[in-house]
């Protein structure tokens, strides 16, 4: 037991005559893990990617509600009143009228 253990950690299992096995499955392995170091690395930046555009979309819907907000108060016939007499414009007594224009054949 302690002549194989003394073996492993001195490396005599890949200089030995039936190493070229152990040379396979070792580069096999690291291929194995570099592959996933690599997959680990991808999903990483695909979540903060995600993170960040879940932000960008918070922070447009804001800016969005914010903007209706302030157009549904511009187009409020209290405000549109309002302008109009900084202007010196007055609000008309009189309702429009619709004008039909008949075509003649």
């Known amino acids: 037991m302690k002549k194989n253990i003394y073996s492993i950690l001195r490396g005599k299992f890949l200089i030995s005559d039936d190493s070229f096995k152990n040379w396979r499955i070792i580069i096999f392995i690291s291929v194995l893990a570099i592959i996933m170091i690599a997959s680990s690395h991808s999903a990483d930046k695909k979540v903060y990617e995600i993170a960040r555009l879940t932000n960008e979309v918070k922070e447009l819907r804001s800016a969005f509600v914010d903007k209706r907000g302030k157009l549904m108060r511009l187009k409020k016939e209290s405000f549109v009143e309002a302008e109009m007499k900084k202007k010196d414009i007055e609000i008309s ?8 224009v008949k075509t003649s054949k």
Do not use: V, Y
């Open 93 to 100: 007594l009189n309702p429009p009228t619709k004008i039909i």
